[in-house]
Structure formats: C-alpha cells, structure tokens
C-alpha cells in the first residue's frame, strides 16, 4: 500500500539501535532533572534522542546542528520576549523570525527546524530571560553530550560487513554474467534469450552503485568510532576490490550491449566468436578469484591459478559481423587489463 510506504520503512531498525536511544533519553532526563531542577528536561531528553544516530561520526553532527540551533532559537526568543513581552502572537512572530534567520544564515534544514521549535517553546513556556536561555543551552548540549557517548560506548555500529556482501554479490554476479554472454556466443539464442542476457547484465548497474552505498556507510561508521582499526583494514581492501570490478563491470555491459545490437544466428559459427566465448569463461574464472578473498565462505573452485590467456589472434570476421566482433574484443582486452591489474601486467 503507498500510503503505508509513507511512514513506514522497509525494515526495522536494529533493536540494539533502540536500546541506545532509550538508554541516552533516560540518562539525558534523569542528569538533566538533578542539574537544573526548576524545569523539566525536556531539551536534554530531545537532543539526546535525535543524537543517537547509526554511526558515531553521525551523532557528532546530530549534535552540533541540534545544539547550534537551540542556540540560536533560545537567543531569538530571549531577545523577542524581553522586547514585546509574554504575548500569543510573538511566537508567531517567534516562527517567523526563526525560519527567516535560518534562511539568511544558510543553515541545513535540520538545524532551521530546531531553531524555530527552541525559540516556539520558550515563549510557549514564557520563560523568555537570559537565565532560561542559558539553561536550556546547557542542557541541550548536556543530552547531545550523552548521545554521542552512548553511542560510541554500546557496540558503536560498524557497516563494515553489509559493504563485504555488497562488493562480494557484484564481483559474483560479474563473473555470472559473463558465463551468461559466453553460453550465449556458443550456440543460436532466441530472441528472448538474447534480450535476458542484456537485461541481467543492465543489472550489474544498480550493484555497482548498492556496493559504493554500501562502501560510502561503512567509511561513515568507522569515523570516529572507537573500533575502527580492527576493520580498517578489511575495508580498504574492499574498495581496492571495488576500484578492480568497476571498469570490468562498464565493459561487460559493453560487451554485452554489442552481442545484442548485432545478434544474428550465425554469429556463433565463427571461428573468432569461439575464441571470445573460451576467454569469458576463462574471464569469469579469474573474476571470481579476485572476490575470493573476500568471501567468508568461498565456494570450491577447480583450480585456483589465473587462467586468463595471452590477448586473442584472430582471423578477419566476415564482413557482417566484423563490427560486433571487433567490439567485443575490444572490451574484452580492457576487461583482461582490468583483472590482470596495471602492476601485473607491468
């Protein structure tokens, strides 16, 4: 139902998340009412909610952008309460104000939504005085503070592992698709037989950006967290990984984009066809060695030595099919290139 998709996600956040963001809100109401017992934490247990973010580096921005607003806010109420007094219609004006300085200083909208709020609930509690305002600073700054330790100190998040699997199924599927454009240079396809292989291979697209996505998270989890030498270093090799599969992948899909355009049944019949269809399938042989050692349960292999050839020397194509075949071994030598590596190669 798309009105549901509206308010709800497609899957729920780790309940450990939850705990965190209990565990800060508690702790935030709780040292707020001892230190400043003539109001009710709520600015303390707000900022402490909001901080508790999915990695540690997150919760420090949360916390810088919720406490400049709150600064702010407090400030524009303090200085329109003293000015017009206790009156309805000043956190009106309050509103306006606050979205418009938002606006003028080219705050993020996280940060242009707490000023309005902070300044809202000052008047609303009319409490507009320089010592309220210097309270609720201090106590916004209090539950941020809280949020960023509790969240580095309860297993602080690392994305370490869901970029592994992203990288891992893209350098399989990499190597499936060209088992898939090999079968399909080895005997006549049918129509729809052609159009799926150039489908699925459209699909390494999508993957190559989940698996940046994915690389992008985990760098964000492991700044500033506490664990992050103990996955550095698998992470690097990921994007060392990832930087090997992106240019095979774009020529993959030219390669197979070329066997679709120019397909016909006697493709298969050439000699130098035969010869491509051997080094994809040597190709997706040497593709699943690089992920090898990124798997945490690789599958056997029947050898585990590159098998990649020496570039192809093939006789001239008849005149109908030199165009796709001169594609194809074009990419094919960029896709060699990229498995064997510029420093294997040297």
Do not use: C
Request: charged fraction near 20%; aromatic fraction near 4%; avoid cysteine.
């Amino acid at each position: 139902m798309r009105f549901a998709g509206e308010f709800r996600a497609s899957r729920r956040l780790p309940l450990l998340q939850v705990a965190k963001s209990i565990v800060a809100t508690l702790t935030a109401w709780l040292l707020g009412g001892l230190l400043f017992p003539t109001t009710l934490p709520i600015f303390a247990a707000i900022a402490a909610l909001l901080v508790v973010q999915p990695s540690v580096n997150q919760s420090l921005g949360k916390g810088i952008e919720r406490s400049v607003g709150v600064i702010v806010g407090v400030i524009l109420a303090s200085v329109l309460g003293l000015l017009l007094g206790p009156a309805s219609w000043v956190v009106l004006l309050a509103i306006i104000v606050a979205s418009l300085t938002s606006w003028g200083l080219k705050l993020t909208s996280g940060t242009s939504n707490q000023v309005a709020i902070s300044a809202m609930l000052v008047l609303a509690l009319g409490q507009a005085t320089p010592q309220y305002a210097l309270d609720r600073v201090l106590e916004t700054v209090l539950g941020a503070f809280i949020g960023i330790v509790v969240n580095a100190l309860i297993v602080p998040p690392v994305l370490v592992e869901p970029a592994r699997r992203a990288v891992v199924d893209l350098g399989l599927e990499v190597a499936a698709s060209m088992d898939r454009l090999a079968h399909g240079l080895a005997d006549p396809q049918r129509p729809a037989d052609v159009s799926g292989i150039i489908i699925e291979a459209r699909l390494l697209r999508p993957m190559t950006d989940a698996a940046e996505q994915a690389l992008d998270d985990a760098r964000e989890s492991l700044a500033l967290n506490p664990r992050r030498q103990s996955h550095r270093r698998e992470l690097e090799q990921l994007e060392a990984l990832l930087e090997r599969l992106r240019p095979i992948t774009t020529q993959l899909i030219g390669m197979t984009r070329a066997f679709h355009d120019h397909y016909d049944e006697s493709l298969h019949d050439e000699p130098s066809v035969r010869s491509i269809r051997d080094e994809l399938e040597r190709a997706a042989h040497d593709v699943r060695l690089l992920v090898r050692p990124a798997e945490r349960e690789p599958e056997p292999m029947t050898t585990e030595i590159p098998v990649l050839t020496a570039p192809l020397a093939l006789a001239p194509p008849r005149s109908t099919h030199w165009v796709v075949i001169g594609s194809l071994m074009e990419d094919l030598r960029r896709i060699h290139e990229g498995i064997v590596g510029e420093d294997d190669a040297g």
